[in-house]
């Protein structure tokens, strides 16, 4: 499935990621999924959440630079080489995978979930060519 995903600036200072958290906390805006990339002097937090379009707003409104961009999620079995067919089945249909992480939803029995920000534009096809070569999972309950 598609899914949108928040990319949050975060200064690589001590309490601004508990901030960023309190702030969505506040809202009764769930995380179902997350990462950071950091260096030195800042960090990017990529979030799946319940209400992206509502946490993308107040993320805004409490001053922090944030872009929601699309990504598509799959299922994944808990098996050697699930995760590799996925990107085998990508790359044979030229499509790129820029970043990719994995998390688990207790909604659905702890089932295994990758999300894999691949080319602006290319993810219906991604997820056909994922469905064709059945690698396309369960639905993920966000």
Known sequence: MIVQQLAIFVENKMGKLSE?????ASHNINLRALC???T??????RVIV????EAHERLKAAGYT???NEMIVVGIAD???SLSRILEVLAQNSIE???LYAFLSAARNNAAYVALRIDAGKEEQALEVLRENGCAG?????
């Open 66 to 68: 944030v872009t929601l």
């Open 40 to 45: 030195a002097d800042y960090g990017i937090l």
């Open 97 to 99: 995978v820029a970043y």
């Open 79 to 81: 098996q050697p080489g």
């Open 20 to 24: 960023i958290t309190k702030t969505m």
């Open 138 to 142: 369960i639905d993920l309950v966000v």
């Open 36 to 38: 950071i990339a950091e």
């Open 50 to 53: 319940d209400q992206p379009l």
